[in-house]
């Protein structure tokens, strides 16, 4: 299982302007520290089709913002993308293209890929969310553990990140049910799904139903 926690092989599907950083990184929340600096490089650097549309918050064509949505920088928002009424961006997120910002969702500190949807009352911080990742209504990504230490992803083995905040890590194709909790340091493998009310924890392998954190299995 230790090769399923590797970025290449929880992401398949990267834009062109986000693969420099997806492949420094062989874990992917060794990204979490870099985004910050990684978004003012881009915002520097320009993006063909991008705007500045205020301090250091970048946007891609066709992208629909309410009027009660609120973006602080450093942010870049893909191309076709949507944010919806309540939204909060608070700074250091880059989302890619047709992504969906739900209403009354906030996000911190984390990387949508292309057609990432966390559409009703979502919190992401400190996570990176795959191409066509989805996460149910009232779904959190909680990112700092009750006792404050590292988070320690436990896979195969023990991966000691040495990182106060991590949250979700979702492959390509994940897709978790309303209400779940998604404990700090939680990978969950490409194409699979999560039923509702689910409390996350661990690493969760591809291709996977997970029914409760004991039953978990293949889709056939």
Known sequence: MSK???????????????????????YPWEMLPKIKEYILSLIKMGIPGYTLISENVLVGENVRIYPTAT?????????????RPGAFI?????????????????????ILLDKVQIPHYNYIGDSVLGYKAHTGAGTICSNLKSDGKAVVIHGDVDYETGLRKIGGILADGADVGCGSVINPGTVIGKNTSVYPLTALRGVYPSDCIVKSTKEIVKRV
């Open 71 to 83: 973006i602080e920088g450093p942010a870049i928002i893909g191309s076709g993308s949507e944010v």
């Open 90 to 110: 608070r700074g250091n997120v880059i989302t890619g293209a047709g992504c969906v910002i739900g209403n009354s969702s906030e996000l911190k500190n984390c």
């Open 4 to 26: 399923l926690v590797k970025t290449k092989a929880l992401y398949s599907l990267v834009p062109e302007y986000l693969a420099p950083l997806f492949d420094s990184c062989e």
